[in-house]
């Protein structure tokens, strides 16, 4: 087995050597100072290439590296797909609110604004802005629509005559 100094090493006609800054490569790390999977296999590759033809490592040693990138790689699936259901949950979220809101028209509201100022309105549509979904409402007695978002629901009404 190998002393674990392999891949600082040269070994030529039977000297080993320390490699010298011009041998050496550097490894590149994932964000975060992790190994990512490139470097894991550079290094696997650098390792089987640098080591001593008259000592070689043992075969247990890089079906445990081996392993250790095998479960590197599934771990990253993992947490793409983690991502990806994610993304899909706050999709239908996102929809069920939309859907819900949108029950909600013909109905009068009332609503506090961010200046604490409490208004009065009918529903007439729903509406999506930066993935926030909002009630556009006309405030009585007068003709603009107005995007309220649920949160500043206080109130919900029966239809509007």
Not at 50 to 59: E, G, I, M, R, T
Not at 86 to 102: H, K, R
Not at 125 to 153: H, K, R
Request: proline share 4%; charged share 10%.
């Amino acid at each position: 087995m190998s002393d674990g100094t392999s891949l600082n090493t040269i070994t030529t006609n039977g000297v080993t050597t320390p490699a010298s800054s011009s041998t050496q490569k550097t490894t590149s790390t994932a964000a975060g100072g992790s190994l990512g999977k490139d470097a894991f296999l550079q290094l696997l590759v650098k390792q089987m290439q640098y080591q001593d033809p008259l000592n070689p490592q043992d075969n247990a040693t890089y079906i445990a590296q081996l392993a250790n990138f095998s479960t590197l790689e599934q771990t990253t699936n993992m947490a793409t797909q983690m991502t990806n259901i994610s993304s899909s949950v706050g999709n239908i979220n996102e929809s069920t609110l939309v859907g819900q809101l949108s029950s909600m028209i013909g109905k009068n509201i009332q609503w506090m604004d961010k200046d604490s100022v409490m208004h009065t309105g009918t529903v007439r549509g729903v509406s999506v802005t930066d993935s926030s979904p909002s009630l556009v409402t006309q405030e009585t007695g007068g003709t603009t629509l107005v995007p309220v978002p649920a949160s500043e629901l206080t109130l919900i009404g029966g239809n509007a005559s």
